[in-house]
């Protein structure tokens, strides 16, 4: 049988929504508020979605400390409470919810043998939310 | 198709524990989970129907009919129960979420009339859900 299992974490960052490729007037009129060049943060939370098939020695997909481990060590310990834009990946790169929740999957993809990653879910408010599934896969 | 789902929450205790594994390997794989005088949690369960939309009514399904049959087959059965001790599933199957939403799929699969069965969506707590979509 199988089954797919979600699991919610969260994290605290700041961005600025800044894009070298436009001009300035360009830029507030894309990014708005969100081109403050002093940044501004919220409180994210993350869904990683797994499926497989359940293991009849465990009734489990996954061992969920694997799990938790991957994310705590690979996305939390980086992004929680961090400035986005200071980091490496979104040097060259916008740091919206859509580009950090394909990084984000994209690192737990390559960190996760244990189970297939069906997606990722990034809400960056309680009002809005991002899904990534790879590809051009549509998230279920 | 039209999808409609249905909440209820029921409160259980169940506990880990696989007799085939040694008591070391029983404490390295399930952890705190597997402290035989079990813990318990707040579920949410979410039944997701499918179905075109009748007519006549108006409706995919009967709420009712579906909100009696989640109640008789899975919160009659397990809501303040000991899982591994009073639901039968559980006598031969590890109670975790994923093994507890395929057996509310399998007692509700063929008590519905008319609607399928989409989804069976069981929260053991806000930030840890499993989703069953009677996949083999």
Known sequence: MKAHLTRRYRFSASHRLHSEEMSAPENRATYGKCNNPFGHGHNYALEVTVSGQVDPSTGMVCNLVDLDGLVEREVLSRYDLSNLNALQEFAQVVPTTENLSTQIFEILQRGFAQAHLDRVRLEETMMNSFEYAGGSEPPR | ?136
């Open chain 2, 1 to 136: 198709m039209v999808y409609l789902t249905r909440k209820a929450e029921f409160s259980a205790s169940h506990y880990y524990h696989n007799p085939d594994f040694t008591p070391e390997e029983n404490r390295r794989v399930f952890g705190k989970c597997n402290n035989p005088n079990g813990h318990g949690h707040n579920y949410t369960l979410e039944v997701t129907v499918k179905g075109e939309v009748d007519p006549r009514s108006g409706f995919v399904v009967d709420l009712k009919q579906l909100k009696e049959v989640m109640h008789h087959e899975v919160l009659d059965a397990m809501d303040h129960r000991f899982l591994n001790k009073e639901v039968p599933e559980f006598s031969t199957q590890i109670p975790t979420t994923e093994n507890l939403a395929i057996a509310v799929w399998q007692r509700l699969e063929t008590k519905l009339e008319k609607a399928r069965l989409h989804r069976v969506r069981v929260y053991e707590t806000p930030d840890l859900f499993v989703d069953f979509y009677g996949e083999k």
